[in-house]
């Protein structure tokens, strides 16, 4: 096993590396010249030049990519070419908002949609499992975009149930220490402040979870479909014991495998749609910095930020094969 | 237990998608005209009145106003410090500020500055002509790359018209020029101007970007990157009475929908950048209110002067007829623009409103034509520059150059729309060798006339600003002579006469001065929105 974790670990290098790669270049082909986007474009061409070299970006490119790479492995991530502070210093609280976001948009749509898939299976054929596929279908299909909007609609604005936008409570903020808010308040003695946090977090959390709820509502369903077609399970039912511990904890366990793939997977994608519901609903986290980045031609930031959610990304997929070996231990490592 | 969450949820879901099938059939706005009692979040218990939170686009790059040159952060910036002289709410003129009075040599080459007493910075520290030499000396030392206004507005070490700041006593500060500048006391209004504590800029270095301190009406708090900048009144503010609310938040918040929702939700009470859509619901909302920043930009259709046709003014004076400006306004800025006649906003002293513009007439444009020698139109194909990005004064360049090709065709005048990248776009304009008719626009950096009839039509600038490549001797003299005369009245009436000039020349069919929408809540008072596009808010109250 252990062997098996350092095994995996080392592939991550070249797998690392290689993103890298594809990160720097694909920046440096967005169109659009850095130095003219900070200077404005009312600068004179020999301040532009001036930027440039300082920038240098007058390098060959993968003269900058060394560069860049060997600073990296020193642990500096470049400084912002906006604001001019180091990124390494930045990301923090970018990172945390981005995490906080993603939590709790997956427990929504794990908790969700697990359930729906499960008891879709159980009552196949019925309503039940009708309309709830029906939503997964439209929750697949449904742009982040839009569905944000249209909460911030109906519950910000007509029902005024919940707050349309932000993290907390702006004109009664608490202070960060840990930037994870709910924490944060707690740890001020504020719990009304905690309160106010989580009501900021379910429309955004609920517009990024949608569609990894419905994919994982659906692989749950199909997946334990089959494992409850199988002997041991009519056995089961037929021995007369309860339903519900069977489908939940013989039939479930069994299904998990395909489940947490997918759920791994999502995680990962969740990182991406992270930019569209940051941008709507004003979230200050790694989506919207690379988003205010690319608006500003910000060639570290952008790099730096994609790289960060790639790590992350590569890092969960780690844990979703290492929790497959708990989940079953028939997977060989060999 | 559950199953029953799971209900919830769906049922949350369910909610979403009727919002889904009723948005096929109605518009997406609100129903405006339902009265909305509960104006205020529901997570603020009581009516927040000390605290004005503004939502606007994009953070601040930093809070020093001497090194940015982005608007986010003047905005900011503004806030926080005081410039020696201001400009008037709502205009550009001149007003005393941090100097209460100040007197010129007759040759125009001294300023000596009276500085208001007792005032101080945020850390405590006297406000006086000590602080104003540091400040300026700070700035004389620098270059382009660092104080980009400075050097802008006041030349570059090799040709400074700033020669030397000096204390006469501590409230008296004197400084002497290398050579006059008409535009001077304008400049220095400016907000990349704003004096900061010489203290805290040698103690906070770097960092003072981050954490300034100036003499503003609002003292800077805390800066959440992207998120939140939160300032607090400034209890020992100069100008008396002043600021009215106790603290300001601005917000940044990147989806222009999103901003007009939260402040309709009560959230925000003022914020900028509103989709013109979205102008019915805020004019039904009586909830809200709609406040317009005065013009103070220009966007033109130039004429690329140095080549055939367009070397003829008679060709291009018909061209000018075929433009129907008020049509453009109402189908590609919401209606949120004034036709424009002259190459400069109205709001700028020295605008020349006896000029009458060229109706819109097509048949007067092809007599026109005619007379020039095409009278079956312009046999060759016509390159049209379309702007690929889009400007407060463009918002849509593409669609704005397929009207006016047709515009255009209707009078035997072919044209073929390019759009090339920004860059290069801006390349090529400048060179003059590849278009006949482009597109672009301007927004004024002072507040002065010079920097648009100068900056953008003399013929000393052809290579850097003057686009249209139009070299005309009179007009540039005018300007010229208008750039050093230090006495008003005169400058004016060269600016007037350069105006005409101009019309009759017409290097340029000048568009449009558009005129951003911003949005408050209706019990906002005492906003005056600024040409320029930062204001303070001290004078903000609510009702």
């Known amino acids: 096993?252990?062997?098996?974790?350092?095994?995996?670990?080392?592939?991550?290098?070249?797998?690392?590396?290689?993103?890298?790669?594809?990160?720097?270049?694909?920046?440096?082909?967005?169109?659009?010249?850095?130095?003219?986007?900070?200077?404005?474009?009312?600068?004179?061409?020999?301040?532009?030049?001036?930027?440039?070299?300082?920038?240098?970006?007058?390098?060959?490119?993968?003269?900058?990519?060394?560069?860049?790479?060997?600073?990296?492995?020193?642990?500096?991530?470049?400084?912002?070419?906006?604001?001019?502070?180091?990124?390494?210093?930045?990301?923090g609280p970018y990172l945390a908002a981005t995490l906080e976001l993603t939590l709790v948009s997956m427990a929504i749509a794990v908790f969700v949609g697990v359930n729906a898939g499960i008891i879709s299976a159980w009552k196949q054929n019925s309503w039940f499992d009708y309309t709830s596929m029906i939503f997964a279908l439209v929750g697949v299909s449904m742009p982040i975009f839009w569905l944000g909007l249209m909460e911030q609609w109906i519950f910000a604005l007509e029902l005024k149930w919940l707050p349309s936008l932000g993290r907390m409570n702006a004109r009664d903020p608490v202070e960060a220490v840990t930037h994870l808010y709910i924490i944060d308040a707690l740890i001020a003695g504020r719990p009304d402040q905690a309160w106010t946090v989580i009501k900021h977090l379910i429309l955004p959390g609920i517009a990024l979870g949608t569609i990894p709820?419905?994919?994982?509502?659906?692989?749950?369903?199909?997946?334990?479909?089959?494992?409850?077609?199988?002997?041991?399970?009519?056995?089961?039912?037929?021995?007369?014991?309860?339903?519900?511990?069977?489908?939940?904890?013989?039939?479930?366990?069994?299904?998990?495998?395909?489940?947490?793939?997918?759920?791994?997977?999502?995680?990962?994608?969740?990182?991406?749609?992270?930019?569209?519901?940051?941008?709507?609903?004003?979230?200050?986290?790694?989506?919207?910095?690379?988003?205010?980045?690319?608006?500003?031609?910000?060639?570290?930031?952008?790099?730096?930020?994609?790289?960060?959610?790639?790590?992350?990304?590569?890092?969960?997929?780690?844990?979703?094969?290492?929790?497959?070996?708990?989940?079953?231990?028939?997977?060989?490592?060999? | 237990m559950k199953k029953r969450w799971m209900f919830s949820a769906l049922s949350l879901l369910l909610a979403a998608s009727l919002g889904l099938t009723g948005c096929g059939s109605s518009s997406q706005t609100p129903d405006a005209s339902k009265p909305q009692e509960n104006a205020q979040p529901a997570e603020s218990g009581k009516p927040a009145q000390d605290t004005l939170i503004v939502g606007r686009g994009g953070d601040s790059a930093a809070l020093d106003p001497a090194v940015v040159t982005d608007g986010e952060s003047i905005k900011i910036t503004q806030q926080v410090f005081d410039t020696l002289l201001d400009y008037k709410p709502g205009t550009t003129d001149v007003e005393p500020s941090l100097a209460e009075s100040w007197?010129?040599?007759?040759?125009?080459?001294?300023?000596?500055?009276?500085?208001?007493?007792?005032?101080?910075?945020?850390?405590?520290?006297?406000?006086?002509?000590?602080?104003?030499?540091?400040?300026?000396?700070?700035?004389?030392?620098?270059?382009?790359?660092q104080f980009y206004y400075f050097v802008s507005a006041f030349g570059t070490a090799e040709d400074r018209v700033i020669k030397e700041v000096k204390a006469i006593d501590a409230n008296t500060v004197e400084f002497t020029l290398n050579k006059t500048q008409a535009p001077f006391l304008r400049n220095l209004a400016m907000p990349a101007f704003g004096i900061a504590s010489p203290k805290a800029l040698e103690e906070k270095g770097e960092k003072f970007k981050e954490e300034?301190?100036?003499?503003?009406?609002?003292?800077?708090?805390?800066?959440?990157?992207?998120?939140?900048?939160?300032?607090?009144?400034?209890?020992?503010?100069?100008?008396?009475?002043?600021?009215?609310?106790?603290?300001?938040?601005?917000?940044?918040?990147?989806?222009?929908?999103?901003?007009?929702?939260?402040?309709?939700?009560?959230?925000?009470?003022?914020?900028?950048?509103?989709?013109?859509?979205?102008?019915?619901?805020?004019?039904?909302?009586?909830?809200l209110q709609k406040f317009v920043r005065p013009a103070f930009n220009v966007g033109y259709l130039g004429f690329n002067a140095k080549k055939p046709p367009f070397d003829n003014p008679k060709v291009r004076v018909a061209l000018s007829h075929a433009v129907n400006k008020e049509a453009l306004i109402s189908a590609f800025y919401g209606g949120l623009a004034e036709p424009a006649k002259n190459p400069m906003p109205p709001s700028l002293f020295g605008y020349n409103d006896a000029i009458e513009d060229y109706p819109?007439?097509?048949?007067?444009?092809?007599?026109?034509?005619?007379?020039?020698?095409?009278?079956?139109?312009?046999?060759?194909?016509?390159?049209?520059?379309?702007?690929?990005?889009?400007?407060?004064?463009?918002?849509?360049?593409?669609?704005?150059?397929?009207?006016?090709?047709?515009?255009?065709?209707?009078?035997?005048?072919?044209?073929?729309?390019?759009?090339?990248?920004?860059?290069?776009?801006?390349?090529?304009?400048?060179?003059?060798?590849?278009?006949?008719?482009?597109?672009?626009?301007?927004?004024?950096?002072?507040?002065?006339?010079?920097?648009?009839l100068f900056t953008l039509l003399s013929k000393d600038t052809i290579g850097s600003n003057?686009?249209?490549?139009?070299?005309?001797?009179?007009?540039?003299?005018?300007?010229?002579?208008?750039?050093?005369?230090?006495?008003?009245?005169?400058?004016?009436?060269?600016?007037?006469?350069?105006?005409?000039?101009?019309?009759?020349?017409?290097?340029?069919?000048?568009?449009?001065?558009?005129?951003?929408?911003?949005a408050g809540r209706a019990n906002v008072k005492g906003y005056v929105p600024s040409p320029t596009g930062s204001e303070s808010y001290e004078a903000v109250y609510f009702e």
């Not at chain 1, 969960?316 to 997977?331: G, K």
């Not at chain 2, 009078?411 to 390019?418: D, M, N």
């Open chain 1, 1 to 91: 096993m252990v062997s098996y974790i350092i095994r995996r670990l080392l592939m991550l290098i070249p797998v690392l590396i290689g993103m890298s790669i594809i990160v720097f270049s694909i920046i440096h082909a967005i169109p659009g010249d850095p130095a003219e986007t900070i200077l404005g474009d009312k600068a004179t061409e020999e301040s532009k030049e001036a930027l440039r070299e300082e920038l240098g970006l007058n390098d060959p490119v993968h003269v900058q990519y060394l560069n860049y790479m060997t600073r990296l492995l020193q642990g500096d991530l470049g400084n912002s070419i906006r604001t001019n502070v180091p990124i390494s210093e930045e990301i």
């Open chain 2, 212 to 287: 300034p301190v100036g003499t503003g009406a609002f003292v800077f708090k805390e800066w959440k990157r992207n998120d939140s900048i939160t300032l607090e009144k400034n209890p020992n503010y100069w100008n008396e009475g002043f600021p009215k609310v106790n603290k300001v938040i601005v917000r940044s918040i990147p989806e222009n929908s999103a901003r007009f929702t939260a402040l309709q939700a009560g959230e925000l009470d003022l914020i900028e950048g509103v989709n013109p859509d979205d102008l019915a619901a805020l004019e039904g909302n009586a909830d």
């Open chain 2, 360 to 452: 819109y007439d097509l048949e007067k444009a092809k007599a026109l034509l005619a007379e020039a020698g095409y009278p079956n139109g312009i046999e060759e194909e016509l390159v049209f520059y379309a702007m690929p990005v889009a400007r407060p004064y463009m918002p849509d360049g593409k669609k704005v150059a397929e009207a006016l090709q047709a515009e255009f065709a209707k009078i035997g005048v072919k044209t073929k729309i390019e759009s090339p990248e920004w860059a290069v776009y801006l390349e090529d304009a400048k060179k003059g060798e590849k278009d006949h008719i482009f597109m672009l626009g301007w927004t004024g950096d002072n507040g002065d006339a010079d920097n648009f």
């Open chain 2, 103 to 145: 007197e010129m040599s007759e040759d125009g080459l001294k300023y000596t500055f009276k500085l208001r007493q007792g005032v101080k910075f945020h850390d405590g520290t006297d406000f006086n002509a000590d602080a104003v030499v540091h400040n300026f000396n700070r700035w004389l030392a620098g270059d382009k790359s």
């Open chain 2, 466 to 518: 003057n686009y249209s490549q139009w070299a005309h001797d009179e007009y540039s003299k005018l300007v010229a002579e208008a750039q050093g005369e230090l006495d008003e009245a005169k400058r004016i009436d060269l600016y007037k006469k350069a105006q005409e000039i101009f019309k009759q020349e017409a290097p340029w069919v000048p568009l449009v001065h558009s005129t951003p929408l911003l």
């Open chain 1, 213 to 334: 709820m419905a994919i994982i509502a659906r692989m749950t369903r199909s997946s334990m479909l089959e494992v409850m077609r199988s002997d041991y399970i009519r056995t089961a039912r037929a021995k007369g014991l309860n339903q519900l511990p069977v489908v939940y904890k013989h039939a479930f366990k069994n299904a998990l495998i395909p489940v947490v793939t997918v759920i791994g997977l999502q995680t990962g994608l969740l990182l991406g749609g992270a930019v569209l519901t940051e941008t709507i609903f004003a979230w200050p986290g790694v989506g919207r910095y690379i988003f205010e980045a690319i608006s500003f031609r910000d060639y570290p930031v952008i790099q730096s930020g994609i790289l960060v959610i790639a790590v992350i990304f590569v890092l969960i997929n780690l844990i979703v094969d290492l929790l497959y070996a708990l989940i079953d231990p028939r997977i060989n490592y060999r």
